[in-house]
């Protein structure tokens, strides 16, 4: 069993910056990559940012330029910064595991842009 626990989200003023973190633990093996997805209601989760191994990385056009995702192979945690936040970015975010085995998603966690 894979378990994620996020956490950095809340409410935030349009142009401000948040940090999310996805800490991953028990039996992790074989990981492909380590990632962030956005769900807003009635729509289909979508990709935020992914980080492979070896360090490729991959953006959504949306976000490119203002957020960067990074990961900590050590502690097998994956880090989303998030600067010049937008009202279009709100959404709850989803942390995402995948490995040779499987795909793991975390509980979400709520990002608000709002003044």
């Known amino acids: 069993q894979v378990q994620l626990v996020e956490s950095g989200g809340g409410l935030v003023q349009p142009g401000g910056s948040l940090r999310l973190s996805c800490a991953a633990s028990?039996?992790?093996?074989?990981?492909?990559?380590m990632g962030w997805y956005q769900q807003v209601p009635g729509k289909q989760r979508e990709l935020v940012a992914v980080v492979a191994n070896g360090g490729i990385t991959n953006y959504a056009d949306a976000v490119k330029g203002r957020f960067t995702i990074s990961r900590d192979n050590a502690k097998n945690t994956v880090y989303l910064q998030m600067n010049s936040l937008k009202p279009e970015d709100t959404a709850v975010y989803y942390c995402?595991?995948?490995?040779?085995?499987?795909?793991?998603w975390g509980q979400g966690t709520q990002v608000t842009v709002s003044s």
């Open positions: 028990g039996s992790i093996f074989g990981i492909r990559s």
């Open positions: 995402n595991l995948r490995t040779i085995f499987k795909e793991n």
